[in-house]
């Protein structure tokens, strides 16, 4: 498995409040995209930083995401370009299922 974390600093703060609404607008996007297990949007206390933390099947299943056109989407959207980290995740936690589970 692998986990991104896409962040981004914002030319102009967003509210907590701004942040939900601009974030339930663009969930549909991500809902039953192959190989995605999860997605956290985030912004900080200040409203100057956002993104979100995504926990996918592969590093394939992440690459197929974060092309030209998500970039365009991302910018149109927030004005600014995302920057995306890569981290392996072979153990997951899992209090909502109890469950522990294991990269293959």
Same mark, same amino acid.
Request: hydrophobic share 35%.
């Given at each position: 498995?692998?986990?991104?974390?896409?962040?981004?600093? %914002?030319?102009? !703060? %967003?509210?907590?409040?701004? #942040?939900?609404?601009?974030?339930?607008?663009?969930?549909?996007?991500?809902?039953?995209? !192959?190989?995605?297990?999860?997605?956290?949007?985030?912004?900080?206390?200040?409203?100057?930083?956002?993104?979100?933390?995504?926990?996918?099947?592969?590093?394939?299943? #992440?690459?197929? %995401?974060?092309?030209?056109?998500?970039? #365009?989407?991302?910018?149109?959207?927030?004005?600014?370009? !995302?920057?995306?980290?890569?981290?392996?995740?072979?153990?997951?936690?899992?209090?909502?299922?109890?469950?522990?589970?294991?990269?293959?």
């Amino acid at each position: 498995m692998i986990t991104t974390i896409v962040e981004f600093e %914002l030319a102009e !703060p %967003l509210s907590r409040e701004q #942040a939900r609404e601009i974030f339930l607008s663009t969930a549909p996007k991500y809902q039953g995209m !192959p190989g995605l297990i999860r997605k956290y949007y985030f912004v900080n206390q200040d409203g100057t930083r956002s993104g979100g933390v995504y926990l996918w099947q592969s590093r394939q299943d #992440a690459d197929r %995401l974060y092309n030209d056109e998500w970039k #365009a989407f991302v910018r149109g959207k927030y004005g600014v370009d !995302p920057k995306v980290n890569y981290l392996e995740t072979p153990v997951v936690v899992d209090n909502v299922f109890n469950q522990v589970i294991a990269d293959d």
